[in-house]
């Protein structure tokens, strides 16, 4: 966690906005038939209906951020939705941290920092939450956006409390604007956060997922980076494996000398091995034989339903390919 | 479709599951659609500890079996990794022959995949991390590749891509004209100028990188980072503030513009009043391809001064290498002092070679 952000922590986090405030939400505009009490939204009539509304308040990260009423032996908490869209009217005694995501915070590849779920696919307009099939840090910035020559340094401005940004792509004679992150989550964060703001007080921007940049450059870059990380995952994985080798040397081991003779040399990258990727080591338990054995033995523990043989119904729903 | 025998177990990973050996788990048959095929399953839920939310599986058991991956997290049930990774991963390793089928794309072809498991029974690499001996076979040949890729890393070429013909026909000279590319490091005396001008920023440095580096002498009012151009406008609040990062970032030459190596690139820093780096993309990248060109110039005329400070006699060899750079800086107009520098050095060494 960064210094600034820890020392904002040791205070209680302040509420947002009173409760009065937001009860006051009335119906939005009207712009279609039906009304939809579910999403908040008029449906039917035609028209363009997907109109977003200015957002009436805002998340202020020196102000607002503070610790919250987070059990301390939960893992991973999520942050709170409402401290990112700045209307959290329970404060201190929230469930969920009024923080901005940090570098060294882990999510599940299946939900964002909210702890919302993600989807297989975008939905089409690219809104909403995004898929877990890829890691997305660029955000789309679009809407009645007014592009005068201080725009750069304004998103800058704004978009640089939310996480480290990697670039800025500002392109006038579109008007639109991108803004990609270091990580996911703050781009997650940052696009609840600014998402029917305005910078110049006119405007309102509309924040949605950018697609894949074209741009070869962008691609190599992408690529390079790809295999990079599969690089550094590999590295872990053979740590992992090391580990487990060695155990097997004193148990009466099958493995031959060969391959224990080629692992050894990986020793040194394990003092490189990047924190970010603890949740691979604790899969692997070093003290089982080998890893089908391993998952079929916790099954074993679990299920105490001795009418089952989990050892043939599992090899059936873990590899069809044998026997 | 899916078969009684695979509501019993579903097939989760050891992270989801926990440590705790006793679990309890609720079942509710065709409780939600598979997030990848769409068709109902079989949901489990549970709780690892007394305080953490619940888990719950996501994906069917056949999308599950077809892919190797669990269906709570949906990393890899072998290695524990992002199935999108290990894929990628397998294909560093060389495996040509994966027999499953490719990630279906649209509704239509999901389902389609799904309902016939019989005929896809893996797709992407499941097949080969589901078999532990296989998996394990990979693996050390993986081990060989990470080493060979550790003992030679991989050097980035620098690639001088051609710009297309109508990038290139763009007039930029308003633009350069005003970017204080023959700039220095001194001080300049308009008191009212406190941003840094950056030029050579490649792609692949990101920008907080840079700002980290800044931000450590003084609070920052505005960046102006322009990867498309190479180059940006770092402005701070005090200008004594910008004078303390321009005192500390190396200068190779008192007259020509600072070096600063941040992430492995070289980038060059001087003063210079806040200008306009070109509106369209096309501008842009003109601009980029003109900065770069101009810094190689003053690296060559940089490691040609360096040289003559560290050992004269190297230099006698790189003497017919220096007069290179002195033609193409008549072009450019250099700095004059410079130029009278290097011709300087170029007299020293030849005068040397001539007694020799």
Not at chain 1, 32 to 59: L, M
Not at chain 2, 178 to 195: A, E, M, R, V, Y
Request: net charge positive; with cysteine; proline share 5%.
């Amino acid at each position: 966690m960064s210094d600034d952000i820890a020392n904002l922590m040791l205070r209680p986090a302040r509420q947002q906005i009173s409760l009065e405030e937001l009860e006051s939400d009335e119906l939005p505009p009207q712009n279609g038939i039906v009304f939809n009490i579910w999403f908040q939204k008029w449906s039917g009539g035609g028209g363009s209906n997907n109109q977003i509304s200015k957002a009436k308040h805002k998340v202020n990260i020196e102000k607002d951020t503070g610790f919250t009423n987070v059990t301390k032996d939960k893992n991973n908490p999520y942050i709170c939705l409402y401290y990112a869209k700045g209307i959290c009217v329970k404060g201190k005694n929230c469930q969920y941290l009024h923080r901005i995501p940090q570098d060294d915070d882990f999510w599940p590849q299946t939900v964002d920092c909210f702890g919302r779920e993600k989807f297989s696919e975008y939905r089409e307009d690219m809104s909403g939450i995004g898929s877990f099939n890829n890691v997305n840090k660029t955000l789309y910035i679009g809407g009645s956006l007014i592009i005068k020559s201080n725009f750069h340094d304004l998103i800058n401005e704004n978009f640089k409390k939310f996480g480290k940004i990697d670039k800025i792509n500002v392109i006038n004679n579109k008007n639109c604007c991108f803004v990609s992150y270091k990580n996911e989550s703050n781009a997650q964060f940052a696009k609840e956060a600014m998402m029917g703001q305005s910078l110049y007080g006119e405007d309102i921007m509309v924040i949605k997922w950018a697609n894949e940049d074209p741009n070869p450059i962008a691609k190599n870059l992408k690529k390079r980076q790809l295999e990079q990380d599969t690089n550094d995952m590999i590295k872990n994985l053979l740590s992992n494996f090391d580990g487990k080798s060695k155990q097997q040397k004193i148990l009466p081991s099958e493995i031959d000398a060969s391959e224990a003779e080629i692992e050894e040399p990986e020793e040194d990258d394990q003092s490189n091995d990047e924190p970010e990727e603890i949740e691979i080591k604790q899969i692997e338990q070093p003290s089982q034989k080998t890893l089908l054995n391993n998952t079929d033995l916790s099954y074993l523990k679990f299920l105490k339903r001795p009418e089952i043989k989990p050892r043939r119904s599992l090899i059936n729903a873990y590899d069809s390919d044998s026997d | 479709m899916s078969n009684m025998e695979d509501n019993e177990i579903p097939a989760v990973c050891e992270t989801c599951l926990g440590s705790n050996t006793h679990l309890r788990m609720m079942r509710e048959r065709d409780g939600l659609e598979c997030k990848l095929c769409t068709r109902p399953f079989t949901v489990f839920k549970w709780s690892t500890h007394k305080n953490d939310a619940y888990k719950k599986t996501i994906i069917c058991v056949t999308c599950s079996k077809q892919r190797n991956c669990c269906q709570s997290c949906l990393l890899d049930l072998t290695y524990g990794i992002p199935i999108q990774m290990r894929d990628a991963a397998l294909k560093m390793a060389g495996v040509d022959n994966i027999s499953g089928a490719n990630e279906p794309k649209n509704e239509i072809s999901k389902l389609y995949i799904a309902d016939n498991s019989e005929r896809f029974k893996s797709i992407g690499g499941a097949s080969i991390t589901g078999n532990s001996e296989k998996a394990k076979e990979i693996l050390t040949k993986l081990a060989l590749i990470s080493q060979n890729k550790n003992s030679n890393p991989s050097t980035k070429e620098s690639r001088d891509q051609l710009l297309p013909d109508h990038i290139d026909k763009i007039d930029v000279t308003k633009i350069i004209s005003k970017l204080p590319l023959k700039g220095s490091l001194n001080p300049p005396n308009d008191k009212s100028i406190t941003s840094l001008f950056i030029f050579g920023i490649d792609d692949s440095l990101p920008e907080y990188k840079i700002s980290d580096f800044f931000e450590q002498y003084g609070k920052i009012k505005s960046f102006n980072c322009q990867h498309r151009a190479k180059c940006g406008y770092i402005t701070f609040v005090k200008r004594e503030d910008a004078e303390l990062a321009a005192k500390k970032i190396p200068k190779p030459d008192d007259n020509g513009p600072g070096l600063l190596i941040v992430g492995g690139i070289p980038l060059r820093v001087t003063w210079g009043k806040e200008r306009e780096l070109g509106k369209s993309s096309g501008e842009k990248l003109k601009v980029a391809s003109i900065v770069s060109k101009y810094i190689k110039k003053i690296s060559k005329l940089d490691s040609s001064k360096m040289s003559k400070k560290r050992n004269l006699k190297q230099l006698e060899y790189m003497a017919p290498t220096i007069s290179e750079p002195k033609k193409k800086q008549s072009k450019m107009d250099l700095n004059p002092e410079v130029s009278t520098e290097v011709k300087k050095v170029i007299y020293k060494s030849t005068g040397k070679s001539l007694e020799l």
